[in-house]
Every structure is written in C-alpha cells, then in structure tokens.
C-alpha cells in the first residue's frame, strides 16, 4: 500500500530531539520512492531486481533483469530499457553499440558509452541511445538501410559504400550482373555492369517490363551484334536501318541503307562502339543509337524495331556480339 506521511506526535511540552530526527528519518524514506509506493516501485536510483521492470520507470534507472540467465543489467533511457554491455577501462579497438568505456585519461574517470559513431559522456541522458543520432525521428547511419539518414563524407560526397559509384553531384548504385544466373529487375536510376571476357554470347541477365527505358554502353566490338529479347529469336519480325557518313577513296561520303523489311529476327545493332536508347512498350519496342568505328572512320545514328506489338518483353535479352571480345556492356535504367 502507499506509504503516507504519518508524523508520530508527543504530548505537549514533552518534546524529544530522539523524535523529531524519526520524523526527519521517515520523511526522507518517504521521498525515496518515486510514487511513495514501497510496494510497487523502486526507490529512487536504486538498482531495482526482479523479472519485469519496475513501474513508472525514471530516467538512468537501474534494473537487474532476473527473467533471464545470467540475468542482464538494464538502464532506462527514458523510452525503453536498453542492456549495459559491459566495461573497458582500455579503450576498445573494436566497439559495437552499447559497448562502456571507462576513460581513465582524465580524472575522476569518466563513463562513456559507443553510439555506433562516437562515445558519448552523458549516458544517462533521456536520449543518448536512441535519439542522440536522429533527424526527424530517422537514425543516422555509415550502412545504407531503409529509414536510415547516410551523412555526406570528408569531401561532402554521399559516399555509400564501394558498390555505389561516387559523383559530387549524385550517387547511384552500380551492380555486377557478370555472373549472375537469374535476370535482375535494375530500379529506376540503377545501372548493370556485364564484363565480357573472350565470349561472343552473352545473357545479360536484366528483367524488363512494359513501359521502360534504358541507356546501353557497349564496348568496341568490331562487328555488328544481335540482341535476342527474352533470349529468343524470333523469326522475321525485326528491321533496321542507319543514317552514316565514312571515307571512301579519301573522301568523306554520307550513306543510308537498311529497309522496313522484317529479315531479321533480333535487334540489330552496328559494329564499333555504341551508345543505345531502349524502349520497351509492348506496343512499341524499339533501339535508337549512335555508334562510331574507326575502321573506316564509321560514324552514324541507326534504329532497329520489332513488328511484334503483343508480345512482353520481360528479359532484355542475350547479346551474340558476332565474335569473342573483351569488354563490357553497362545498362542504365532511365524510366
């Protein structure tokens, strides 16, 4: 039950010291429990034991967790109870969050606890574990996670890790698909990096869908290239054409050839080095690119459409590059 102020009394005129300092005595008990409830709270600061946590908790409270073995020390940090590792004096070369250590470089010593970042001195603030880090209720963190604020480096670059390629303008994620056995659906902004090493066929392994479009870089390859989408041919269903201006005898000609005619079953693609535009709409699937060679000094735009206007395009395909070559192909997504 709680505890109540009941001074004891004395007839007048008999006044004792001896019972004045029991009032003083039992007044400070009283004021020592956090509800004056010595039934159900703990006094106040004191390391409370038992198997669940003392009601009305204050701040820095201490409790013994006995629901568990060895039973745990646990602080309240003002929201919840978070475990006290346990304490170096030396400090750690490798710490981990929660990790207390006893600076002894000043005196008194000072206890300071691990935040993932820095040690933080004041660790019976309401805060410092939970809220020390965050913005707006989101924590900050070196490790790219969902709901997770990555600062900006030394160089103001967010730099977020080594399979993320770096700019001072923005930063998005490159993934190496060189090996990958099961096609890759990139996000917008993303892009896939293949590396080809003496090979002629190559899947790329990228998942596509109706509606989007890609960028492609495709390393010198000396010959012209098929893309099969879907890793399939298809018969008579593709035509291409180019606009192109080479030397000849000396002298610099413009040329076009190519025709609407469906004789080709994938999208061809000009030899030398490309840049290529894709769009995928079932409806509409076509390739716009720019493409140079220096064998001739080739230089010039070309399409390639597929008829097909019901068929998903759902893998973006396998390359046949014609013959074996040493490179690689990078796909952005841009839609």
């Known amino acids: 039950m709680p505890y109540v102020k009941r001074p004891i009394t004395y007839p007048t005129g008999k006044v004792s010291e001896q019972t004045e300092q029991i009032n003083v005595n039992f007044s400070i008990l009283a004021d020592a429990f956090y509800n004056s409830d010595p039934e159900n709270s703990p006094i106040y600061r004191g390391a409370y034991v038992g198997i669940s946590a003392p009601l009305n908790p204050k701040v820095g409270q201490i409790w013994v967790d006995t629901s568990v073995i060895p039973p745990l020390i646990k602080v309240y940090n003002g929201t919840s109870w978070l475990e006290v590792k346990p304490a170096s004096v030396e400090i750690p070369t490798t710490p981990y969050v929660g990790q207390l250590w006893l600076d002894t470089s000043v005196n008194p010593p000072v206890l300071k606890i691990y935040d993932g970042t820095n040690w933080q001195s004041n660790v019976s603030n309401a805060n410092y574990a939970n809220n020390a880090d965050t913005v707006d209720g989101f924590h900050a963190s070196l490790t790219p996670a969902p709901n997770v604020i990555v600062p900006l480096n030394a160089s103001g670059i967010l730099d977020l890790s080594a399979t993320y390629v770096k700019s001072s303008v923005y930063t998005f994620r490159r993934v190496d698909l060189t090996n990958a056995t099961s096609d890759y659906m990139l996000q917008v902004g993303e892009e896939a990096i293949i590396y080809v090493n003496n090979q002629q066929i190559v899947p790329l392994h990228i998942a596509t869908q109706d509606g989007t479009v890609y960028e492609m870089i495709i390393s010198d390859s000396g010959q012209p290239a098929y893309l099969y989408p879907n890793n399939t041919s298809y018969s008579n269903q593709f035509a291409s054409y180019r606009i192109y201006a080479c030397v000849s005898s ?58 097909d206007t019901t068929t998903p395009w759902t893998s973006l395909g396998t390359f046949d590059l014609s013959w074996n070559i040493r490179g690689f192909i990078l796909v952005r997504r841009l839609v």
């Not at 894709?278 to 390639?304: E, M, P």
């Open 250 to 307: 000396g002298n610099w000609i413009l040329g076009i050839d190519g025709s609407t005619t469906l004789n080709q079953s994938a999208f061809f693609i000009w030899s030398g080095s490309k840049r290529v535009l894709i769009f995928n709409q079932t409806s509409y699937k076509r390739l716009f690119a720019h493409y140079a060679d220096v064998s001739g000094y080739h230089h010039g735009i070309f399409a390639s459409f597929w008829s």
